[in-house]
């Protein structure tokens, strides 16, 4: 017999019911935006719901129709966000544009989203203006934002103008569930950029998945205050802006301005609750508090993803009564994928030493949010007891089944799972922890070495500000590692490479030693502040010495 149909109603997942109810139940709550001086700026719910209508009549009266992409070149502002609502919403599609990577990345990016028209933040327009003859597909620049249009300001279309202009705003239309909502280039920390399409329905079902009691320790709700300091071109600013209109919770932009001392008065000044980013930005941030504590009263989260947080910084944050909370996830998931949650169950058994194992680790899987661990050299799912390492592969209505433009099916199992390229084990409990990603795996003499566990291990140490490893190639083991470290300041002197190995020693096999450790000023940074181990291998190929910071110890062991 066929299965009984169920008979409930097909209402598309779409955007629209989100943001309507966003903006409809909660139209006194606050957009604030940083500025170069003086006060943030502040707009209410409403206001931006009413002039994200205004923006889609505007983009729709320049031609833009069902299907057409939309390009964002922008920090996190209010403007970022009307697009963020206007676009997906009108039947349209946001690229969101990583204004940081490399022109000739940024040109390809662009091209190969198709973009037709740019919504360019003025203080982006030095990156937009490196490539103006490269941009084949855009037919208009909207600006907006504080500065001058110059340079290469001829011909841009002023978004305040437009908004002023369109008088009828556009009702939003009935969409598919399924129609391409928003579109994201990878970050290419290990490759080049890759389109990731995402549908209506992903996005409003990642949402949900973000707003499920359990997936943020203490829930999401509209007493939240919500500041995303990962960038908005990096994976739907990590889906916060999406959450935090559906569920009517403030959001508090911090524009480009991202040092320590503006973000600190920014999450005090605003009494932010859940705030967000990369460890690239915490790590200076905790420095600042340790140097001058702030009482931060509200801040009940700190989103750390992107890359690993070492427990050093959960630790260092903890000192303040600030919880860093561990996620992991990618562009192709949406992103989030997993969150730190110390089971209720196993809290009564976990010293201080087993809990911070535990927040250390990439935590359990979102609802909805399928995770396993393959062994590639046989086949089989890894059993599940911390120890097994294989490629972590995941499932869900939010992770990507290809990439814009592309057939190769590289990336997915022939059961339809994406190959995340991570390398993870998982323990009874169903912890994930990252091993480290395939590419950054050292493979020295038929082993792996865990590149991330070195640099955790680096870290930990109290004269370490940040450490990357990475490997060199090597004649007689195939590569070795070689280990980029910035000391704290004040410690340049009596760090050296040879207490850096006395430290490492006890915790790792004799072979995992890194040959070389080099002092640097900093760890280059990708465009969304990882570590960027492509230019650190290319440095060690060119010549690393030339790193090595004038008067600090050279190492080699
Ligand atoms: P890119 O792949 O170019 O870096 P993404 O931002 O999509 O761009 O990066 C996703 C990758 O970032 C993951 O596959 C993983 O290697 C790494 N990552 C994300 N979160 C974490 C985390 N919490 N711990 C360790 N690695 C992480």
């Known amino acids: 017999m066929a299965p009984m149909r169920g008979r409930m109603m097909d209402v598309p997942l779409t955007l629209v019911p989100l943001v309507e109810r966003g903006v409809g139940l909660y139209g006194r709550q606050v957009v604030v935006t940083q500025r170069a001086e003086g006060p943030p700026r502040r707009a209410t719910f409403a206001e931006v719901g009413a002039r994200a209508h205004r923006l889609a009549r505007a983009l729709h009266d320049l031609g833009v129709g069902p299907g057409d992409r939309v390009g964002t070149m922008a920090w996190n502002t209010q403007e970022h966000l009307e697009a963020y609502l206007a676009v997906p919403c009108m039947g349209a599609v946001l690229h969101t544009v990583n204004v940081r990577l490399h022109p000739d990345q940024l040109a390809h990016v662009i091209a190969d989203g198709g973009d037709r028209v740019l919504l360019c933040q003025r203080a982006c327009l030095p990156a937009l203006a490196a490539i103006a003859d490269r941009l084949p597909t855009v037919e208009r620049v909207v600006t907006f934002g504080e500065g001058e249009d110059a340079p290469g300001g001829a011909g841009h279309l002023d978004y305040e103008a437009l908004l002023a202009a369109s008088d009828r705003p556009l009702a939003w239309p009935d969409l598919d569930e399924r129609q391409a909502a928003g579109l994201c280039h990878t970050s290419a920390t290990t490759g080049d950029p890759k389109g990731v399409v995402y549908s209506h329905r992903s996005l409003y079902l990642h949402t949900l998945s973000l707003l499920a009691t359990g997936f943020l320790p203490g829930g999401f709700s509209d007493a939240d205050v919500v500041l995303p300091v990962v960038p908005m071109f990096h994976v739907n600013g990590w889906g916060l802006p999406h959450a935090s209109v559906a569920v009517g919770a403030a959001l508090v932009l911090p524009d480009r301005f991202l040092d320590p001392a503006r973000l600190v008065g920014l999450l005090a000044g605003e009494r932010v609750t859940l705030t967000a980013g990369v460890p690239s930005i915490w790590g200076p941030l905790l420095q600042r508090l340790d140097a001058e504590p702030t009482p931060l009263p509200g801040l009940r989260g700190i989103l750390c993803g992107g890359a690993a947080a070492p427990p050093t910084l959960i630790e260092g944050f903890d000192r303040h009564g600030l919880t860093v909370i561990h996620a992991w996830g990618m562009t192709e998931t949406s992103p989030l994928g997993t969150t730190v949650r110390v089971k209720h169950l196993l809290e ?136 980029f470290v ?61 790193d090595t910071e004038p008067g600090a110890p050279q190492g080699s062991r």
């Open 348 to 483: 009564p058994a976990l010293d201080p030493a087993a809990r911070l194992r535990v927040r250390a680790s990439q935590g359990l899987p979102a609802i909805g949010f399928e995770v396993r661990v393959m062994d590639l050299a046989t086949g089989e799912l890894c059993p599940s007891d911390g120890r097994h390492q294989g490629e972590l592969q995941v499932r869900a209505p939010w992770v990507c089944d290809g990439y814009l433009g592309r057939e190769d099916r590289e990336a997915f199992t022939a059961d339809g799972w994406l190959r995340t390229g991570d390398v993870a084990t998982l323990d009874p409990e169903g912890y994930l922890r990252l091993v480290d990603r395939t590419k950054d795996l050292v493979k020295s003499g038929g082993e792996w070495i865990s590149s991330v566990a070195l640099e955790t291990l680096l870290m930990g140490h109290p004269q370490v500000d940040e450490a990357a490893v990475v490997g060199q190639p090597d004649p007689r083991w195939g590569e070795r590692p070689v280990a």
């Open 486 to 546: 910035v000391a704290r300041p004040g410690a340049e002197g009596g760090l050296t490479p040879a207490a850096l190995l006395e430290h490492l020693r006890p915790h790792v096999a004799r072979y995992w030693l890194p040959d070389r450790i080099l002092f640097v000023d900093a760890i280059p940074k990708t465009g969304v502040g990882k570590f960027d181990k492509r230019a650190l291998r290319r440095r060690l190929a060119e010549g690393a010495a030339a």
